[in-house]
């Protein structure tokens, strides 16, 4: 095991990420989880743990250590399938389930979630990296959506719309939509899982589950629980593929059994998926790409603005669609606030989630790196300056050093890629007017942050900004109830919130007729 932690050197313009070897405490990847059958390396269909039909494996490895962790089944088209096939059998029983025995079913699977917390946390860090401390957070997050949508399932209200004829009564009413194709990120193993299978459950629906390689097993994990909580067969399936994953998510598109496509991830993914869901104007909801803003006006609290810019940028070490991805600062306010986040910055230390002390971990792969050197360079070139970090950290894991960049120039790669890593890059701006425009230059439009006490400014710049969400004197915002999504080319729908559960049924109008009176 590494653990990774900051030289500090006076004399260098750079400062360093210096590497420690520490003794690993672990004797197996998953040995010291108490309840060690949370832990499947067989994928899940029809209520059965099983394998791919061709035998073929992927191999899951541990982004802190490089250590393979386990396989799962690398599984094609006839096991998309059968697991189509499951999920529609089930719908025809599920669907017709009260809306309260949904609602007792979720509530279990949350209380399940809550007593293993521990199992959970530490599974997301093994196949994540993220520390277990933000791991257990993400947890509390994920188990969030099913107490929520829980909840949700008992007030799935229809409506009443009086009518201008007077034998006519107009009732509305909702229905599940049917089988649904859910397909997640590995940025939030867990969380992304929930957010999904929540409403889809309470809703009356079932589902096909497509995990992402890097990180299936908290996906597993999850299945299992819901499995002890009573959730009946084939209401749950899961395809694992790496190698297929073009065909199974065109598969998935594409079936007319299937009448849900949700998906959380990039923005060219997305239109694919939105085209091949077109064949049969399928119902979608994308999450996709993200380019966030963040804003530090000259009349913030900048100790509050350096603090908000910490946990939006380097949370998950910048592995968020949500984190600030362009840090724009005034002029007057630009020294300070760069200097006071790169003494921040000083202070991480990075490594392996499961030691102590650790505070942010590594990319999840190698290509994730090459992307974050390749910003780097690219801000370099065109004239900025690293003022802390800026380096790939040679040894096992997948890791880059936490960095902050001054003076990077407004067509940088930064500011209109997604790093999807812990490179902060500040810009800096003179006017209200002026910030505004380049906040809103992005083709997409996810979240945005600013800092300002200024109440007017506020109001204005919050209404201005072109994202679904936006993050005022605060660098989080997500939360279970709040409507999670984006406009412009970063998505379609919302999840989470009172509306979450409404992208999983159907609108349904009946009129009562021959209601005259005698």
């Not at 994928?43 to 899951?60: N, Y």
């Not at 649904?180 to 459950?201: D, V, Y």
Request: charged share 20%; hydrophobic share 40%.
């Amino acid at each position: 095991m590494w653990l990774l932690s900051i030289a500090k050197h006076q004399h260098l313009p750079i400062k360093q990420f210096a590497k420690i070897r520490m003794a690993s405490s672990l004797k197996g990847p998953f040995t010291t989880l108490k309840d060690t059958s949370l832990i499947k390396h067989q994928t899940f269909i029809d209520g059965k743990w099983t394998g791919s039909r061709s035998g073929e494996v992927i191999t899951v490895k541990n982004p802190a250590t490089s250590e393979d962790l386990g396989t799962v089944p690398e599984l094609d088209i006839q096991d998309t399938k059968a697991a189509i096939n499951a999920a529609s059998q089930a719908f025809r029983t599920w669907s017709k389930t009260t809306a309260k025995h949904r609602h007792d079913v979720l509530k279990k699977l949350y209380d399940l979630m809550i007593e293993n917390t521990e199992d959970l946390a530490k599974i997301i860090t093994l196949e994540n990296g993220k520390p277990l401390a933000e791991a257990k957070g993400e947890h509390t997050y994920s188990a969030s959506f099913i107490e929520w949508f829980a909840e949700e399932a008992i007030r799935t209200y229809g409506e009443v719309i009086p009518s201008p004829f007077p034998d006519i009564r107009n009732v509305v009413i909702k229905q599940p939509i049917g089988v649904c194709a859910l397909l997640t990120p590995w940025n939030f193993p867990s969380a992304m899982i929930t957010r999904k299978i929540g409403p889809a459950l309470a809703a009356g629906c079932t589902v096909v589950i497509k995990p992402p390689a890097e990180t299936p097993y908290s996906c597993l994990a999850l299945v299992e629980l819901a499995n002890r909580a009573g959730v009946p067969p084939g209401v749950i399936n899961v395809i694992t593929t790496n190698k297929n994953v073009s065909a199974v998510g065109k598969e998935l598109c594409e079936s007319k059994i299937v009448k849900k496509i949700s998906f959380t991830g990039s923005t060219p993914v997305a239109k694919i998926l939105m085209t091949q869901a077109a064949t049969n104007l399928k119902k979608v909801s994308f999450e996709a790409g993200g380019n966030a803003p963040f804003v530090v006006f000259d009349d913030a609290d900048i100790e509050k603005a350096v603090q908000g810019a910490i946990a939006s940028k380097f949370r998950a070490s910048g592995q968020t669609c949500v984190c600030a991805n362009r840090i724009y600062v005034q002029t007057s306010v630009y020294a300070e606030f760069a200097s006071r986040l790169a003494d921040e910055v000083s202070k991480f230390k990075v490594g392996d989630g499961l030691e102590e002390g650790t505070t942010h971990g590594p990319l999840i792969h190698d290509k994730a790196v090459e992307k974050v050197e390749s910003h780097v360079a690219d801000a370099v070139s065109g004239g900025a300056e690293v003022l802390i970090g800026g380096q790939r950290i040679e040894g096992p894991g997948t890791f880059f050093q936490p960095t902050v960049i001054s003076n990077v120039s407004k067509d940088a790669k930064l500011t209109c890629e997604e790093t999807f890593g812990p490179v902060a890059g500040l810009i800096p701006f003179e006017t209200e007017g002026e910030v505004i425009k380049l906040c809103n230059e992005s083709e997409v439009g996810l979240a945005g942050y600013f800092f300002a006490r200024d109440i007017g400014r506020i109001w204005r710049v919050a209404e201005a900004l072109e994202v679904g969400m936006v993050g005022v004197n605060t660098g989080l915002i997500s939360q279970a109830v709040i409507p999670f999504g984006g406009i412009k080319e970063s998505g379609i729908g919302r999840e989470g919130g009172p509306h979450g559960i409404d992208e999983y049924m159907e609108t349904k109008f009946i009129a009562f007729g021959g209601l005259a009176q005698s």
